[in-house]
């Protein structure tokens, strides 16, 4: 069974702090991919970043960078220099290669940036 | 389309009564998914179509839910005798056969209520 643990809740920082959001995830597939989307008070889901199991390099997107490290099972999303648009619920996601590919969702943590 | 359409994008309806949500993907997407987001959840997966077929409805929460998928495009997710524990946000996304490899598409959601 796959699971995805998003164990921070809620989080608030002030504006231009950085802020990292943990994901934590279990499968037992050799072959997966994991998931960003950020869900604004819009409430559309919008894509971040897909990462394979095969693909342990960091990535860096402007201010967003994730860090994805198999021995601890851990796919981390870190804001830099965070601003008011980034509040939102974020959601961690897996899914495998194997015919239906469904996403497990973690349970989402919405950050809060202050002015 | 350009984009996954969901309408209506708000239902307001009476317990007890029916409702269908319709879920139009992107041209060409071939897998369809359903998830319901509760108020403050995370993202259930309720069911996956690969093409017409479903194979696999692990995610209905009772035979009152159903779905169906014609000509490889549009969806309708029916639930009969609705209750009000089935208020949430359903969304819909679509993607091309490997979704891990390609990514999924959300649609903005249909937003329900049951009073």
């Known amino acids: 069974a796959q699971k995805v643990t998003q164990a921070q809740t809620e989080i608030s920082v002030v504006e231009k702090e950085d802020v990292t959001l943990d994901c934590v995830y279990e499968?037992?597939?050799?072959?997966?991919?994991l998931f960003w989307y950020k869900q604004p008070p819009s409430g559309e889901l919008v894509f971040l970043i897909r990462?394979?199991?095969?693909?342990?390099q960091n990535e860096i997107s402007g201010r967003y960078s994730w860090n994805f490290q198999k021995s601890t099972s851990s796919f981390n999303f870190t804001i830099t220099a965070s601003q008011v648009v980034d509040s939102a619920v974020y959601f961690c996601?897996?899914?495998?290669?194997?015919?239906?590919?469904?996403?497990?969702f973690g349970t989402g943590t919405r950050l809060t940036i202050i002015p | 389309g350009a984009g996954v359409s969901q309408s209506p994008s708000n239902k307001v309806t009476e317990k007890g009564k029916d409702v269908e949500l319709r879920c139009d993907p992107i041209?060409?997407?071939?897998?369809l998914y359903w998830y319901r987001q509760s108020l403050g959840q995370g993202l259930e997966f309720l069911i996956y179509?690969?093409?017409?077929?479903?194979?696999?409805k692990s995610g209905l929460p009772s035979d009152r839910f159903s779905a169906e998928r014609t000509g490889g495009s549009v969806s309708t997710l029916t639930i009969q005798r609705t209750q009000q524990e089935d208020s949430a946000v359903y969304l819909c996304?679509?993607?091309?056969?490997?979704?891990?490899?390609?990514?999924?598409?959300f649609g903005s959601g249909t937003r329900l209520t049951v009073v």
């Open positions: 990462r394979n199991s095969f693909d342990e």
């Open positions: 996304a679509s993607s091309s056969t490997g979704g891990g490899n390609y990514g999924y598409t």
């Open positions: 179509f690969q093409g017409n077929s479903a194979p696999d």
């Open positions: 996601a897996l899914s495998n290669n194997f015919g239906n590919e469904k996403l497990t």
């Open positions: 041209s060409g997407h071939t897998a």
């Open positions: 499968t037992r597939d050799t072959t997966y991919y």
